[in-house]
């Protein structure tokens, strides 16, 4: 069954914080109302594998008519089995046409989440450096993390 995208929804938080817990590095250290707190302020879609949430394609950090920062979350189980390309269009039709952005950003932290890192290249991200020791996790220890762009001329999804 083909993946499809549901507008971003708090009656989806609680069956989020479950993938989040699972999948997000550090993800059982956060509390629902953590979550619950940083999802309210992003814009953003679930997705959907028939009627089972299988992860989110959030938007965060709006700086209107110029970027916008992506994440995606995804149950384990769907790795590289949710994308297709209808959501690819949908979702960069939204930012890149109805937001009117000039750019996306996303990023990697190696070690951590290096199946981002395979994603955003696969999808037309380019690597445009690295913020040395730019995230502190949870028990104290750095790590770099990589800024991934996307100019909205060098999207192939339009």
Not at 78 to 104: K, P, S, T, V
Not at 122 to 150: A, C, Q
Request: glycine residues 8%; proline residues 3%; negative net charge.
């Amino acid at each position: 069954m083909a993946s499809r995208l549901k507008k971003l929804s708090a009656e989806d938080f609680e069956a989020l914080y479950r993938i989040v817990v699972s999948e997000e590095p550090f993800g059982e250290t956060v509390s629902f109302e953590h979550l619950k707190m940083r999802m309210k302020g992003r814009d953003g879609w679930t997705l959907w594998n028939g009627e089972e949430l299988i992860g989110a394609l959030t938007l965060f950090d709006l700086q209107p008519l110029l970027n916008m920062s992506i994440h995606v979350m995804i149950d384990r189980n769907m790795h590289r089995r949710w994308i297709n390309r209808e959501i690819l269009r949908q979702m960069f039709c939204y930012a890149f046409g109805d937001l009117e952005l000039r750019r996306l950003s996303s990023h990697w932290i190696p070690g951590l989440t290096d199946d981002a890192a395979i994603l955003l290249a696969s999808l037309g991200f380019r690597i445009e450096g690295t913020v040395r020791k730019g995230f502190r996790d949870p028990y104290g220890n750095f790590w770099d993390v990589v800024i991934f762009g996307m100019l909205a001329e060098e999207c192939k999804w339009l």
